[in-house]
C-alpha cells in the first residue's frame, strides 16, 4: 500500500493510497476538510514486531502543520499530537521523521524551545484490542464474619495483546470484602496505546461452617400433681453461627412419661449446615400411691377352737397416679382369738408404696 499526496480538484492536495490499481487508488482521507488543502508530506513508514503504519506531517486549519499518522484507514489516520498548540499558524512543523522498532524520532518546535528532537513510541500504531477471558466459577468459603476477601482475578484471567498488555485493573480491588453470595467482579486490561478490553467474573463466598449449639441443661422433675407425666419447661440452647441461624427446633414430646428421655435439639444455618445437641430429661414418679384398709371386722372362732381360719377381712381400696402394682396384707391362715391390726401395703408400678390399717 503506497502513500501519497494527491490533489483531484475537489479536495485540495491530500492524502491517498495505492494498491497498484486504478479501482484501488483512492482518497484516504480529506484531512484538511473541503477545498482547502492538508498538503501531507514526509512520509516515514514505522514496522514494528506488532503493528505497522506511517507517520507525516499535515496542515489543519484547527492546528496548523503537526505530526499526523495512519495505518492504511481512515479510521486510523489521525493528528497524533498538536504539538504547538493552536491553529494555522501555531505550527510545529515536524519534519525528519526517523523510525525503527520501537522509537519514532523527528524534528518539531512547541513555540517555546525552538525546534528541537521529539520522540514518540512506536506503539501508537496499535489500534487492536487486547482480549482477556475472567475465570469462571471461583468459590470460596465464609471466614467467622460470614465474609471473604476478593482474589487477584488480574492473575487469575487470561489476557493477550498484539502487542503487549501494560496495566490490568480490577473491581472490586483484590482484598476487598467480598460478601455472602455472588460478588461480581469486572477485570479490564489495557495495552501501550490505551486499547481497553474487559470481562465479568462472579465470585462466590459459600458458609461451610456448621452452627454450634450447646443444649440447655440436663432436667430431673417429678411427674405433674396426679398425672403419670409431666409437663416440662426445656428451656432455650445456646446457639451462634458465622452467618446467620434459620432454624432452631427439637424433637421433645409434648409432655414427657416416667423415664429418661434424650432430647434432640437441632440448628440450621442459612445455607443448610446444621449440628445438634442432646438434652436429658428424667421423670420420677415419686407420687405415693393411696390406700385405704377395708373397715375392721369382728367375726366367730371357728368352732371348738381358739382361733378363725382364712378370716373375710375384705378388699381395701387402693389408687396410684401410674398404676397399682401390688396390694397385700400380712394375714396368716389364722388368726387367734383377739383384736388384730392388720397392715395393708400398696406398691405402685414404680416400686413407691403405702400402707394402712
Ligand atoms: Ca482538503
Ligand atoms: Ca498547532
Ligand atoms: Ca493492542
Ligand atoms: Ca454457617
Request: with cysteine.
Amino acid at each position: 500500500m503506497a502513500l501519497f499526496a494527491a490533489n483531484d480538484g475537489t479536495n485540495g492536495n491530500e492524502l491517498w493510497k495505492s494498491d497498484g490499481t486504478l479501482a484501488g487508488t483512492v482518497l484516504l482521507k480529506d484531512i484538511n476538510a473541503g477545498s482547502a488543502s492538508s498538503n501531507p508530506n514526509g512520509f516515514t513508514s514505522v514496522t514494528t514486531f506488532c503493528t505497522d503504519g506511517v507517520i507525516f506531517g499535515a496542515t489543519t486549519a484547527a492546528n496548523g502543520l503537526e505530526p499526523w499518522r495512519t495505518g492504511g484507514t481512515t479510521l486510523t489516520t489521525k493528528l497524533i499530537q498538536d504539538i504547538r498548540s493552536g491553529a494555522t499558524g501555531s505550527m510545529s512543523s515536524p519534519a525528519s521523521f526517523v523510525a525503527d522498532g520501537l522509537n519514532i524520532i523527528f524534528t518539531a518546535n512547541n513555540g517555546s524551545t525552538g525546534s528541537e528532537p521529539f520522540i514518540l513510541k512506536t506503539w501508537i500504531f496499535d489500534e487492536t484490542a487486547p482480549t482477556v477471558t475472567c475465570p469462571s466459577g471461583t468459590t470460596a468459603s465464609a471466614d467467622a464474619s460470614c465474609q471473604s476477601s476478593i482474589p487477584d482475578y488480574c492473575v487469575l484471567s487470561t489476557a493477550a495483546d498484539n502487542c503487549n498488555v501494560v496495566t490490568r485493573a480490577q473491581s472490586p480491588a483484590i482484598g476487598a470484602t467480598a460478601s455472602l453470595g455472588a460478588n461480581p467482579i469486572s477485570v479490564t486490561i489495557t495495552d501501550e496505546n490505551g486499547n481497553s478490553a474487559s470481562c465479568s467474573a462472579t465470585f462466590t463466598v459459600v458458609d461451610t461452617t456448621a452452627p454450634s449449639v450447646t443444649a440447655p441443661a440436663a432436667i430431673t422433675q417429678n411427674t405433674d400433681s396426679g398425672l403419670c407425666y409431666a409437663t416440662v419447661s426445656l428451656g432455650s440452647p445456646s446457639t451462634s453461627d458465622n452467618c446467620s441461624i434459620t432454624s432452631t427446633s427439637n424433637n421433645a414430646p409434648a409432655t414427657f412419661p416416667v423415664a429418661a428421655t434424650t432430647v434432640i435439639w437441632t440448628v440450621i444455618d442459612g445455607s443448610g449446615n446444621s449440628s445438634t445437641a442432646t438434652q436429658l430429661v428424667t421423670i420420677s414418679d415419686a407420687a405415693i400411691p393411696s390406700i385405704t384398709a377395708p373397715s375392721a371386722v369382728t367375726e366367730e372362732a371357728d368352732v371348738g377352737a381358739c382361733f378363725k381360719t382364712a378370716p373375710t377381712l375384705g378388699s381395701p381400696t387402693t389408687g396410684d397416679n401410674c398404676g397399682v402394682a401390688t396390694t397385700a396384707s400380712n394375714v396368716g391362715p389364722t388368726r387367734a382369738v383377739g383384736t388384730h391390726t392388720i397392715p395393708w401395703t400398696v406398691t405402685d408400678i414404680h416400686g413407691n408404696s403405702n400402707t394402712a390399717t
